[in-house]
C-alpha cells in the first residue's frame, strides 16, 4: 500500500467552511487537498447569509471559516468566539497562488495555531492573532 505525501505529514484533516468571497476555482483548488475537510457557503443551505451568521454555522459545525474577506478580523469576531478565521490576505488574487500559499501553510506545522485565533495568510508567512497575542511565522 502506498503511503501519500500528505497522509504522512498530516494525520487529520483541517475541518474548513470557505466564505462566499471565495471563488469557486479556489473552493475547487481547497477540495482537492487531501488534508482538507471542506465546506463551501455557496453550496449550502446558508448561501447568501451575513458574515455573523457564516461565523454562527462555523461555530456549530466545529469548522474554521477560511475567507478573502479582510473585514472579517479580531475587530469584527474577536478571538476565541469562534473556531478561527484565516484571511487569504495578500496583493495578488490569483486562485492558484492562494492555493499554493495555503498547501505550504497546512505544510508549516502551524495549523493548530489558528485555532480560535484570526490568521491572515499572505505569501510566504502567516500572521496568527490568538489569546496569547499576535505572531508571524514565516514557512
Known amino acids: 500500500m502506498q503511503v501519500s505525501y500528505w497522509s504522512v505529514l498530516l494525520s487529520t484533516n483541517l475541518r474548513i467552511l470557505l466564505d462566499e468571497?471565495?471563488?469557486?476555482?479556489?473552493?475547487?483548488?481547497?477540495k482537492a487537498m487531501p488534508a482538507l475537510n471542506v465546506e463551501y457557503c455557496r453550496e449550502l443551505a446558508i448561501k447568501g447569509v451575513s458574515d455573523p451568521e457564516v461565523?454562527?454555522?462555523?461555530?456549530?459545525?466545529?469548522?474554521?471559516?477560511?475567507?478573502?474577506?479582510?473585514?472579517?478580523?479580531?475587530?469584527?469576531?474577536?478571538?476565541?468566539?469562534?473556531?478561527?478565521i484565516i484571511v487569504m490576505a495578500g496583493n495578488?488574487?490569483?486562485?492558484?497562488?492562494?492555493?499554493?500559499?495555503?498547501?505550504?501553510?497546512?505544510?508549516?506545522?502551524h495549523r493548530k495555531k489558528t485555532r480560535d485565533a484570526v490568521s491572515f495568510l499572505s505569501g510566504s508567512a502567516i500572521r496568527i492573532r490568538s489569546h496569547k497575542g499576535s505572531y508571524t511565522y514565516q514557512f
Do not use: W
Open 21 to 30: 468571497s471565495v471563488t469557486d476555482v479556489l473552493a475547487q483548488q481547497f
Open 92 to 109: 495578488n488574487r490569483h486562485e492558484a497562488i492562494h492555493a499554493e500559499n495555503f498547501k505550504r501553510f497546512l505544510l508549516s506545522g
Open 55 to 84: 461565523i454562527a454555522y462555523a461555530k456549530k459545525h466545529r469548522r474554521i471559516t477560511v475567507t478573502t474577506e479582510t473585514a472579517m478580523d479580531h475587530r469584527s469576531f474577536p478571538v476565541c468566539t469562534h473556531p478561527g
